[in-house]
C-alpha cells in the first residue's frame, strides 16, 4: 500500500508555551512543495486493502500502527534469534533515557516488535507521466532517497539477520544500496526526492512496484499535485 505525504511545520501549544517541530502528515489535496514531498509504503498480507477501505486518507505511519495492532495483523512463525537481535538493537538506542522511561517505550514500540518474513527481490518507482526528462514508466529510483524506515531496521532475507539497525552509524539512503542487501520488506519505508523535477507544477500518479523473492509483484498507485 501506498501513499503521499509531506513535511510540515507542527505548533502545539500547551498554556503559555508552545513548541514546534517538523512531522510528517498527509498530503491532502492541495499542491505540495516538491522538496517536502514524501512517499510512502507499508506492506503487510492483501487485508492492508481492508485498513484503507475503512480508513481512507491517513498517513502512513496511522495505516502501519493500526495494521501492526489490530486484527488485521496476521502472525507467522516467529523467529527468537532474529527477535532478540531487533530488540537488543532497539533498546540501545534507548540508552541515555532513565529505566523506567525505556521500559514504557519498549513495551509501546515492541509488543509485539514489527517485522516481515518475505524478501524484496526488486522495488522501483515510475511515474504516469513524463518526470525529470523520464519517459512514463521508467524507474525513477535514483530521484529519489530513502527518507525514514519504521522501524529502523533491514534484515536480510538470505540470513533472516539483523544487518542495519538503530546502532549503525552509516546512512542507508540509496534504494540500489538497500536492494544489494537483500532486504526482507520494511514494515513502513518513506521516500523523499532529491531534486525538483523540471516538469512541475504537475499532477503526478506514482506507482511503487514490489517484486518479491516469492514472485508475487506488487503495485499500488498515489497521486499528488506538486509545486
Partial sequence: MAGSSKIATVTEKSG???????????????PVESEDYILWVVTGPDNLRTIRQEHPNLEGKVYHRAYHQMPYNKRVESLPRLEMQLDNDYRGSLESLR?????????????????????????????LSTLFGQPKETS???????????????????????????????????????LSLKPMAPPLIRFRLNSKPQEIPEKVSFVTILETTDGKILKDTTQVSLK
Fill in 16 to 30: 503559555d508555551h508552545s513548541h514546534t517541530y517538523k512531522s510528517v502528515v498527509v498530503a491532502g489535496d492541495d
Fill in 140 to 178: 525513477l529510483n535514483r530521484f529519489f532517497s530513502i527518507y525514514q524506515f519504521e522501524p529502523q531496521q533491514v534484515i536480510s532475507y538470505q540470513t533472516k539477520e539483523l544487518i542495519w539497525g538503530y546502532a549503525s552509524e552509516s546512512k542507508l539512503e540509496s534504494i540500489d544500496q538497500w
Fill in 99 to 127: 529505566g523506567d522511561q525505556m521500559e514504557e517505550l519498549v513495551m509501546f514500540n515492541l509488543t509485539p516488535w514489527e517485522y516481515r518474513v518475505t524478501g524484496v527481490k526488486d522495488f522501483k518507482i515510475v511515474a
